[in-house]
């Protein structure tokens, strides 16, 4: 099992940053993946920003440019830097963990943060 758990949303005016953060606990070294989402209300959950464990990163085509999504293997976190908000970025942003064992992928989902971007 693979917990993770999110931090560091909040209330930014647009043009404005935010960092979020998401630390993983449990069976880290079954980790294959680690990635961001989020969902505005009435919307579906779109992918954001993802990165492997070997450090390949893609990115929604909305946010290129303007977000970065990093990691610290040592401290088992990943990091979600979003520059240059827009108000259509309100949403809940969730932290998301894909895991493998004995050839089996799970995926681990956070609680998600509030993310709120005022005009």
């Known amino acids: 099992q ?4 999110e931090s560091g949303g909040g209330l930014v005016q647009a043009g404005g940053s935010l960092r979020l953060s998401c630390a ?3 069976n880290i070294f079954s980790i294959i993946a680690m990635g961001w989402y989020r969902q505005a209300p ?3 959950r779109d992918l954001v920003a993802a990165i ?3 450090g390949t ?3 929604a085509d909305s946010v290129k440019g303007r977000f970065t ?7 088992n976190m990943v990091f979600l830097q979003m520059n240059s908000l827009k108000p259509e970025e309100t949403a809940v942003y969730y932290c998301n963990a ?3 064992v004995f050839g089996r992928e799970f995926e681990s989902w956070g609680q998600g943060t509030q993310v709120t971007v005022s005009s």
């Open 2 to 5: 693979v917990q993770v758990v």
């Open 24 to 26: 993983a606990s449990g």
């Open 42 to 44: 009435g919307k579906q």
């Open 52 to 54: 492997t464990i070997g």
């Open 57 to 59: 990163s893609r990115y």
């Open 69 to 75: 999504i990093s990691r610290d293997n040592a401290k």
């Open 98 to 100: 894909q895991w493998e």
